[in-house]
């Protein structure tokens, strides 16, 4: 099994710490561990030209690691997202990999991989960047198993710095999170049965496809996976009324988008 360990800090220590934590709890020598420091990457700024919505990710005139970047997630049978929170953001790095992989939210290449987010910060701005990485791995398709949100100063006991003192159960309470989330994660990247998703993710779901009529590539791209009239990403059976839920919110959205495509082409 192959774990990839996304590191948006530009420095090695509390982000990577808590990853390392998680690895240690792992403890199982079938795994592999790729760990990937954006900064040692050159990644560029997104320019905005869309060509990656409108034509395909491969006419992005950025040369640089991205596409290094995306081959090694791809890849991934697990993915841990770390980040510290920097100005009530996530650091540089990361924004530019997700600038970078926009394209995911509409045509999702990680259906189903298992994820684990982590949130280190001193205290301020860790719901923000929590809610944003939830939104961007959901939204590239990740099945999202939980967020590890941690005060830095509170958790590690060597950090003088700050107003925040280490305190000891919240140490423990953390340990106590991953733990679980831990166990979680082993159950779910060993099982093979399909989650099955929520009104919400269905209405996600139904949302995106959306996108099907305005662009090309993604109606590509959805078409060539089969999701164009499957009741979501994967075959996976809903019950009577996620299943109507379903094929309601498709007929609404299907009205929608066809009138929004008529009024573009006569624009
Ligand atoms: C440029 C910069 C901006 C930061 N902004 C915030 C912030 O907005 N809120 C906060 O709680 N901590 C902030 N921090 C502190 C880090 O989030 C915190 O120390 C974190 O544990 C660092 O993790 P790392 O060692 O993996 O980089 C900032 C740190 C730096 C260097």
Redesign the pocket.
């Given at each position: 099994m192959n774990v990839v360990v996304l590191?948006g800090?530009?420095?090695?220590?509390?982000?990577?710490?808590i990853c390392k934590e998680i690895e240690s709890r792992l403890g199982n020598t079938n795994i592999t561990y790729d760990y990937i420091f954006l900064n040692d990457y050159e990644i560029k700024d997104c320019r905005g030209c869309e060509l990656c919505f409108k034509k395909s990710e491969k006419f992005c005139p950025c040369r640089d690691d991205i596409s290094l970047i995306r081959k090694k997630i791809m890849l991934a049978d697990g993915i841990i997202f770390?980040?510290?929170?920097?100005?009530?953001?996530v650091?540089a790095p990361l924004k530019r990999v997700i600038d970078r992989m926009a394209f995911l939210f509409h045509r999702q290449e990680l259906v189903g991989v298992p994820a684990i987010i982590v949130v280190?910060?001193?205290?301020?701005?860790?719901k923000q960047v929590s809610k944003y990485m939830k939104m961007t791995v959901t939204g590239w398709g990740c099945n999202l198993l939980g967020t590890i949100s941690?005060?830095?100063?509170m958790y590690f006991e060597n950090k003088k710095d700050s107003v925040w003192g280490y305190n000891e159960r919240y140490h423990n309470k953390i340990n106590l999170h991953i733990e679980k989330l831990v166990h979680k994660f082993k159950e779910v990247v060993e099982s093979e049965v399909p989650r099955i998703p929520s009104f919400y993710e269905i209405f996600m779901f139904n949302c995106l496809r959306s996108k099907t009529f305005t662009s090309q590539a993604d109606h590509d791209y959805w078409k060539e996976k089969g999701w164009l009239d499957s009741d979501y990403f994967y075959n996976v059976p809903l019950n009577p009324f996620k299943k109507i839920f379903g094929t309601i919110l498709k007929r609404l959205i299907n009205l929608a988008s066809k009138k929004l495509k008529n009024r573009i082409c006569e624009s």
């Open positions: 590191v800090s530009p420095r090695k220590r509390d982000s990577l710490n770390a980040t510290p929170v920097y100005a009530y953001q650091p280190t910060s001193d205290g301020g701005g860790h941690v005060i830095s100063p």
